[in-house]
């Protein structure tokens, strides 16, 4: 047998025997990724994501025709999955506005009802902290929003009003006010007949669960190298140097140990895939074949963050430095890939960065696990930067034999 | 066996060897000696293939190192100053990677023959990581003639060794040279100068050949 592969044989004995070892890391580090998960859901949606808007509402005195506007809101499709209305008053309210338990604090006035059919504009006001949360700064924008579209009909309306009586029309006004207020308004409030619908998330396509499940395995990916600097360290100058005196050069080197990550990795995952599949039947009663069959979609990431890995090993003074090297890049890049915070909330300049970190595309990979849609594209952007690192491992590993 | 010709190699700016000549025929017993840092490493790295000369003429053989890709894995076995192991794995692991033969020869070699001499049989089972240093060093030379080689390489194989040790080394060594290998050793042991028939001072870059019998202080003189 050659020596490339006696010595490729001999290196996977060293990488498969610390797969237990590995394995225990994997789960702490699961258990880590899953705390990161949680605390990003609940930064970025705080409590809405796993329930409604919670809406404060405060009435001036007792009356039965706001209480029926308040049933009706509340019963109305588009409202009722959105928002819960809760009554309260002025106090509680506001307390509830300013530890988080409510997005928005609604003061409706005891006449409201009456004063509308009597034609006096008299407004609801509604407060929002002043920290408000995304949900809560989403409703605040919808909010002024429909008040600004309401008050552009309006203003037509009192133009319109203006000109029948320069042009002494009193006689056809009270018709004139109608149609217009009936024209306007349908016009203003059934937008769909002006504008396209298009739903836009901060996640992209995948929900928020799936988002932070993709972050999560990216994060694993890139976190498993810290487990495995036993075999994947630098070799000792004397090795390297005999290494090198049998003619295995740099390139030779960084791939075997490439490879030997990457199987590791590969068997690592499928036996986690596979407990986790077998918990998934237990609790629920079916096997999850079909994300077992989207497992491929993750080799390009896999492989990314393997060549990754073994180039900062390689790039780093001691497997000590490495293992904090990895940590602190996986994080960093992660963060501005949006791993942590959705691209979206961050600023523009990180958006444009991450399109050239591999942990974009990594998130790509995973969320094509997700949701089977694989693009070729992405995977082929993924082993280039797999190419690259390789190319840079192999050039630390020739930089240490030479001394 | 070995010609060696003009060989340079610099670290960056610095020039460590600077037209380098040697010579060394089949059953020679080559010492080169020097002061610390004087690039003495360095030059058996070059010739056990380890590094590269920028310039100079490597023939082992009849065979030009530059020309002909595994010359040195044929003809050389190389034992670093530093223990080349993989230290998690065990002392079977690490000679089976260096033997081309097959594990039943490796075995025999290992209990009756030239090999016995390092007593290795009864740590074949050990880990590495778990054996003192005398005991990894006789592992590392046990790798080196694997494949049994030619020309034996050897970078100061008695440092901070116990007296036992090197005195198996040395019984090995004499055995080697009785078997027509050829051996180049870095050394500061005078049991391993006795051993060499010819002795080679590097001094500031060059490379020039002394009288084998010097010793004490007309040697220091020598090196300083």
Request: aromatic residues 10%; hydrophobic residues 50%; glycine residues 10%.
């Amino acid at each position: 047998m050659k020596f490339y592969w006696r010595l490729q044989l001999l290196e996977g004995k060293r990488a498969f025997r610390k797969l237990p070892q590995i394995l225990l890391g994997a789960v702490v580090l699961i258990g880590i990724v899953g705390t990161i998960a949680f605390c990003g859901q609940k930064l970025l949606y705080q409590d809405e994501a796993s329930g409604r808007i919670q809406i404060a509402v405060v009435m001036d005195g007792e009356s039965e025709t706001v209480d029926l506007v308040l049933s009706f809101l509340e019963h109305m499709e588009t409202v009722a999955s959105l928002c819960s209305f809760t009554r309260t008053d002025q106090a509680k309210g506001m307390a509830m506005l300013k530890d988080g338990r409510a997005a928005a604090l609604m003061e409706v006035p005891g006449s409201l009802v009456e004063d509308i059919i009597s034609g006096v504009n008299t407004p609801v006001r509604v407060i929002f902290p002043k920290d408000s949360a995304v949900a809560g700064s989403l409703l605040e924008a919808v909010t002024s929003a429909g008040a600004g579209t309401l008050a552009s009909a309006q203003y037509g309306i009192y133009a319109a009003y203006g000109l029948y009586l320069n042009y002494g029309l009193e006689s056809e006004l009270n018709q004139a006010y109608d149609d217009l207020n009936r024209i306007y308004l349908s016009a203003a409030l059934n937008r769909t007949n002006l504008f396209d619908n298009e739903s836009s998330s901060a996640t992209g396509e995948l929900n928020v669960a799936e988002y932070y499940l993709a972050s999560g395995l990216v994060l694993f990916f890139l976190l498993w190298g810290i487990t495995c600097g036993s075999f994947l360290g630098k070799d000792s100058l004397a090795l390297s140097r005999k290494l090198r005196a049998a003619g295995i050069g740099a390139v030779k080197r960084s791939f075997g140990r490439w490879l030997n990550a990457f199987l590791v990795m590969a068997a690592g995952v499928g036996i986690l895939a596979l407990l986790g599949a077998l918990f998934f039947l237990v609790w629920t009663g079916t096997w999850p074949k079909e994300l077992l069959l989207h497992l491929p979609a993750l080799l390009p990431a896999m492989a990314c963050a393997c060549a990754l890995t073994v180039f900062l090993y390689q790039a780093a003074p001691t497997a000590g430095s490495g293992v904090l090297l990895i940590f602190c890049v996986a994080v960093g890049m992660l963060f501005l890939a949006g791993g942590f915070v959705p691209s979206a909330f961050l600023p523009g300049a990180f958006h444009t960065i991450s399109n050239f970190l591999p942990v974009c595309w990594m998130m790509q990979s995973a969320g094509a696990f997700l949701t089977g849609e694989f693009v070729f594209w992405d995977a082929a952007i993924l082993l280039g930067f797999t190419g690259i690192f390789g190319i840079l491992g192999a050039f630390f590993v020739r930089r240490e034999a030479m001394g | 066996m070995i010609k060696v010709k003009n060989i340079i190699y610099s670290y960056g700016k610095k020039r460590v060897l600077d037209g380098v000549c040697l010579t060394a025929a089949q059953g020679d017993c080559v010492a080169v000696a020097g002061a610390n840092g004087c690039g003495k490493s360095t030059l058996l790295s070059l010739l056990a293939g380890a590094l590269r000369p920028q310039a100079g003429e490597m023939i082992y053989g009849g065979r030009d190192a530059a020309k002909e890709k595994n010359v040195f894995q044929k003809m050389v076995g190389y034992v670093p100053q530093d223990n080349p192991l993989f230290e998690e794995l065990t002392v079977r692991d690490n000679l089976r990677l260096w033997y081309s033969e097959s594990p039943y020869s490796m075995e025999k070699d290992l209990s009756s023959g030239i090999l016995s001499v390092l007593k290795l049989s009864e740590m074949l089972s050990l880990r590495v990581s778990r054996l003192s240093g005398g005991m990894k060093k006789r592992v590392s030379i046990g790798c080196a003639l694997a494949a049994h080689p030619p020309i034996l390489i050897l970078d100061e194989p008695s440092a901070a060794l116990d007296l036992i040790c090197k005195e198996d080394i040395r019984r090995y060594l004499t055995m080697y040279l009785k078997q027509k290998g050829t051996i180049l050793i870095t050394t500061h042991e005078e049991a391993e100068l006795d051993l060499c028939n010819r002795l080679y001072i590097l001094k500031k870059g060059k490379l020039a050949e002394r009288d084998p019998k010097l010793r004490g202080a007309a040697l220091l003189q020598e090196l300083a």
